[in-house]
């Protein structure tokens, strides 16, 4: 009889303890309202990014589903840039091989074989600062994905959604994206066929 009574006294003092419990829960609110409460609403904008970005940026002058994003810019890697130096109105210095001597280091592999491309095919012929498409528009250097596109223009739908090239900061919100250009040279775009660098062994029964 006795260990009859103490058995339902626990399950007495069970039962309170689950009801006070229950009680000082619902004056909390519920576990949903309790983290809104203890956290600020999430703004990406506000985070900074793991490491901070060596390279200048520029808005895109296109969207992806209506949404604005960044390249990184080209101008400021490009050694000869501005064209314009040398390529302008005033007197020439003429020297012997001046092509040769200023632009004998670019290998023109573009295109296949008798379709390889020429300078004033993606350089415009008068403005030597800027790139031109297909229609005589001038296009920006910090740009050059409108020219790729012209010719790449699946690439170029994978390039926008995120599918083709190299994120640098955040996959959405103000995402930068790197330019064609940065990975791959204008000049001879193609990557060499290479061995990776590490292989795995094939699996053995």
């Not at 260990?3 to 689950?18: H, Q």
């Not at 007197?91 to 091989?97: C, G």
């Not at 994120?167 to 990975?183: D, F, H, M, P, Q």
Request: with cysteine; glycine share 6%; net charge positive.
């Amino acid at each position: 009889m006795k260990v009859r009574s103490c058995s339902n006294l626990s399950a007495l003092m069970f039962v309170i303890l689950m009801l006070s419990g229950q009680s000082s829960l619902a004056s909390q609110g519920s576990v949903t309202d309790r983290i809104l409460e203890a956290n600020e609403p999430f703004d990406n904008s506000q985070i900074e990014s793991a490491h901070s970005l060596p390279d200048q940026t520029v808005w895109a002058k296109e969207n992806f589903q209506g949404r604005k994003f960044k390249v990184l810019a080209r101008k400021n890697h490009m050694v000869r840039y501005r064209c314009t130096t040398c390529h302008n109105n005033e007197k020439k210095i003429l020297v012997n091989d001046g092509v040769l001597l200023t632009h004998g280091d670019i290998k023109m592999n573009h295109g296949q074989g008798e379709n390889n491309l020429t300078c004033v095919e993606c350089h415009h012929p008068q403005d030597r600062d800027a790139l031109i498409d297909k229609q005589g528009e001038k296009i920006d250097f910090d740009h050059s994905y409108q020219l790729c596109g012209q010719c790449h223009f699946r690439q170029k739908r994978d390039w926008l959604g995120g599918a083709h090239g190299k994120r640098v900061k955040y996959w959405a919100g103000e995402r930068v994206i790197r330019n064609c250009t940065t990975c791959h040279p204008a000049h001879a775009p193609k990557f060499k066929k290479r061995m990776p660098a590490t292989y795995s062994l094939p699996l053995t029964k």
